[in-house]
């Protein structure tokens, strides 16, 4: 039979690698409420060690923070209501929705459809010498329709200034409404893939973080029932 000791350092490891691999996100909040550290900052938040009174924290350039648990534990049974309450005072500090969107989701069917437009768009008005003999697409797509490329060559700036324009405040609106009210740490690769992916398509991506939340709430609602 293992000694108390042994009961109370195998508790702490399962709750270190628990809260690491399925809650560090909130590890995360924990750095930005508590810590005020930057969701840049916070983004590679580890739970190093905790004990009844103390969770300790390292962000992402290795430094640690200890966090106090008040008033302490007195058990580790009683680490979960604890944990959860904190991320509550947490999330509600930092004006934040308690559902993180944790993964990026591609487009598809008609929304794929989009962004390939977008994207292709993109491509062609970046320059306007591209509806020019001489140019790559000219000599390979336009020059079978020279009608069409002149048309493209003349209203070139009134479509791609407007259009960086509506895409870029998309982009930024996406990062400050979406991206941050879902603790989706600033400058990680998945912040980068949605607020690119809006940039490209616009509107489409609201569409699916917002259908993923609506997911996740139900899902939510399902397991309190």
């Not at 409420?33 to 009174?53: N, P, Q």
């Not at 797509?141 to 407007?162: D, E, H, R, V």
Request: glycine share 4%; aromatic share 12%.
């Amino acid at each position: 039979m293992a000694d108390p000791a042994s009961k109370d350092a195998a508790a702490k490891q399962r709750i270190i690698l628990h809260m690491n691999a399925d809650h560090q996100d909130s590890l995360v909040r924990y750095l930005e409420h508590f810590c005020h550290l930057s969701s840049f900052s916070a983004r590679s938040a580890k739970l190093e060690d905790i004990t009844f009174d103390t969770l300790t924290i390292s962000s992402s350039s290795g430094s640690r923070y200890t966090i106090p648990i008040e008033p302490p534990m007195t058990a580790w049974s009683e680490v979960r209501p604890r944990v959860v309450a904190m991320d509550a005072e947490a999330t509600a500090g930092l004006k934040r929705s308690n559902i993180t969107v944790k993964k990026y989701k591609k487009p598809q069917g008609f929304l794929a459809v989009v962004f390939v437009s977008c994207a292709v768009t993109f491509v062609m008005f970046s320059k306007r010498s591209n509806f020019q003999p001489g140019s790559f697409l000219y000599d390979n797509l336009f020059k079978y329709t020279p009608g069409f490329a002149g048309w493209c060559y003349k209203i070139q700036p009134m479509l791609l200034y407007p259009m960086l324009a509506l895409h870029i405040g998309e982009a930024v609106y996406m990062a400050q409404n979406r991206m941050e009210k879902h603790s989706v740490p600033r400058f990680s690769i998945l912040w980068w893939k949605w607020v690119l992916s809006t940039f490209i398509e616009g509107v489409g991506s609201f569409m699916r973080v917002d259908r993923m939340v609506k997911e996740e709430e139900a899902n939510k609602a399902k397991l309190q029932h």
